[in-house]
Every structure is written in C-alpha cells, then in structure tokens.
C-alpha cells in the first residue's frame, strides 16, 4: 500500500456512522481523492492522515459532473 494510499483509507465502521453535516445524509467514500462526498448538500469533505474533517468550511462544493455520477 503506498503512503498516499494509506492516509486516505476509513475504517469501514466509521463510515456506516458518519452523515453529512448540514444534511444528515449518507455519505460516500472517494478512496481515490481521499475524500467523503454527500450528494445532498453537493459538498466533498476531506479526510487528511486518515482522519474525516467533518466541517463544512473545509468542504469543497462538488462539480455538476461529480453529483452526476454519485
């Protein structure tokens, strides 16, 4: 597993437990940018040295393509 790799993965469980924080929504794990998307609040939230940073402010907004294929 290479370094880049290994700072983006999530435990699994932490996964099932984590919604978005402005929908409450499911979020999905994009294991190749390293990121949490929600598809509701169209936001992707980043997950640095394998830790989720669940706060709104540090989301980027999601592009019309990128909800398109969630």
Do not use: N
């Amino acid at each position: 597993m290479s370094e880049d790799t290994a700072q983006s993965e999530i435990d699994p469980k932490l996964l099932e437990i984590l919604v978005c924080p402005q929908t409450r929504g499911p979020l999905v794990f994009d294991r190749e940018k390293g990121e949490l998307l929600s598809k509701g609040a169209a936001l992707a939230y980043p997950i640095r040295d394998g830790v989720p940073i669940m706060l709104i402010d540090e989301a980027r907004a999601l592009t019309d393509k990128e909800i398109a294929a969630l």
